[in-house]
């Protein structure tokens, strides 16, 4: 009999910080509710070559990779917290930490960061990253805010307009929402230029394109209570409006006015910079 192929896991980047603990604490509640294991990454800036036989610089580097080791450390005992029995496995990276979740994205479930980080040099892993990542990265990504976790009872919100992203956004949010046995927000909307074509027409033509993405979705033996709100506005406000009463937001990286190759949409952008609850991030894989 053949070996199943092994899960794609979730990747989680960590420094000291509690941003990166909340997203631990989160990556290891998502990773069980796809059964998939969990995987915590650090990393240590290398020795600048010129440098490389200075021991006091080599000693600063290992008091760092000893930070590190222990950021991991703490993150697998509070992943095993959340979820006792999740597959976890741990590294600490000899390089840069951008470039190491970047090449893990593309055959991850998801990658996973806080925020911000933690004083100089963790924001150069965390804070950084996350804009990175999000602006970069083969496959979503999903950035975890501070503050306490919104509640469990509350839907996932997503942003669709017909893209291609926007697409893999609601495939990604409607999986988040039927795991999760809560209901999904599908935000839509649409902002006219002069007086045709009429608001009647535009909110018609919103609802069918809404008809034929869900019905893609629909599961009869999972079913997902959907709220549409399709309606004339800016998408980054009436998203943040619908992301303060919910525990999970999911956008394309860049919707109909974007082009192939683009980094990061401006709706995205403002998104990951304002909301106060996770976001995912879908972002096209490699071919």
Known sequence: MAAHAPKAPVVVGVDSSEDAMRAVRWAAHDAVLYKAPLEVVSAV?????????????????DRLR????QAVDAAVVVAAEVAPGIGTSAAVIDGP???ALLERAGGARLVVVGARGLGAYQRSLLGSVSTALVRHAQGPIAVVPAGPPPGAERPVVVGYDDSPCSAE???IAMGEARRRGTGLVVVHTWQRFGDYP???ALDEEGNRLLDTALAAHEDPDEPVE????VVEDRPVRRLLDESTAAQLVVVGSHGKGG?????LGSTSQALVHSVECPIIVARPRAA
Do not use: K, N, Y
């Not at 000893?66 to 080791?69: D, G, I, L, P």
């Not at 959907?226 to 709100?229: C, D, T």
């Open 45 to 61: 800036p290398p020795v600048p070559e010129e440098h490389a036989g200075d021991p006091g610089v080599r000693e600063h580097h």
């Open 66 to 69: 000893e930070q590190a080791r």
């Open 97 to 99: 930490i951008i470039p």
């Open 169 to 171: 956004a609601l495939t």
């Open 198 to 200: 009429s608001p009647a």
């Open 226 to 229: 959907v709220r549409r709100v």
């Open 259 to 263: 082009f192939p190759g683009m980094t």
